[in-house]
């Protein structure tokens, strides 16, 4: 009995079929340019944030108070999430970053006690863990979110002179 041969694709074919798929979404959302580049910055900027639970919700209402696009935000903040398997680095990178800049200097030797689930809703974690995590993706977040604004405002207005050149041919 012969068998047929296999023909799934790769796992990077079917990655780079789906982030094409998501850039034809993006390129293709009625909107302008600019509202739709804002709405993945804004997008991309919140994925770098620890704010787990509320990074969708966040970029939701912040494309909403910035007449931004909000499809184009939510899409952004799940993209981001490829880089899932790098985020423990870039906390920790983010976390030197913003203890670097409230302190003046790196810290010495990390050091996090083992935190309960309790541990985590107690001020004192939050401050001292969480404050300089949050300043760091801010010092990450922000320069990210520009670079990706006008990359993406740039992507999306060239689709549509492409577009609209084959249009009036």
Known sequence: MAQEPFDKPGAWARFRNWLSH????????EDTPHSIALGVAIGIFFGFTPLWSLKTLLSIAVAWLCKSNKIAAAISVQLHDLILPFMPAIYLW?????YWTMHGRLPQRLHFPALGFRDYAHWETLFSVGRPLLIGSLIIGLPSAAIVYFVCRGLVTSHRGRANERVGD
């Open 22 to 29: 998501v850039h034809f979404r993006l390129v293709t959302i």
């Open 94 to 98: 983010e976390y030197k970053f913003g």
